[in-house]
Each structure stands twice: as C-alpha cells, then as structure tokens.
C-alpha cells in the first residue's frame, strides 16, 4: 500500500516545499521455522511439533518522490526490516 504525504504529516523540508513523499510499507517473513505447538485457531489445537515457516512477517519501508523509483530504508534487522516481530511476552510476539 502506498500512503502519501497528503495523508501523513511529516516535517520534512521537501514535503513543505510542495514536493510530495510516498511511503511504501512492505513485508517478507524467510525460512525460520516457528514452533506453533499447543496453538488455537477456530476452536482447535495445533498438534505437538506443529511448525510453520515463514511466519514471523517483518515490516520494511521504501520511499519515492514520483511513485517511479523507490529507495529502501534500512533497517536494524538483518533483513533490513523497520520493525522486528516482538520478543516472547511482548505485545506483538507472536503467542
């Protein structure tokens, strides 16, 4: 999904200039296997040493001024992703 800066306020120079910003928030998960055991989904559990792959989804950012050419944010993780899945108790882990 692309957001412009017509719908985000920023204070960046170029978007007070007239010059118009586009966010791209884009995600990617890889081959880590996720231990889902014990898990509920619709009223039935997962059975012991049930893993899925690809499941931790991470959050990147990519931005362009003419919707044409893109340039990625770099991230912490060493995906490059912004924004990391929760660690185990955090709001955002995945159980």
Not at 50 to 58: E, V, Y
Not at 59 to 75: C, F, K, N, P, Q
Request: with cysteine; glycine share 18%; proline share 2%.
């Amino acid at each position: 999904q692309i957001i412009s800066t017509d719908k985000v306020r920023g204070s960046s120079p170029m978007s007070d200039a007239g010059y118009g910003c586009n966010f791209m928030f884009v995600s990617g998960g890889d081959a880590e296997e996720v231990d889902m055991s014990g898990a509920s989904f619709g009223g039935k559990t997962l059975p012991e040493g049930t893993t899925i792959k690809g499941l931790r989804m991470r959050i990147g950012v990519a931005l362009s001024y003419d919707g044409v050419h893109w340039t990625r944010m770099e991230g912490e993780h060493h995906s490059g992703a912004v924004f990391d899945v929760g660690g185990e108790g955090e709001f955002d882990s995945l159980m």
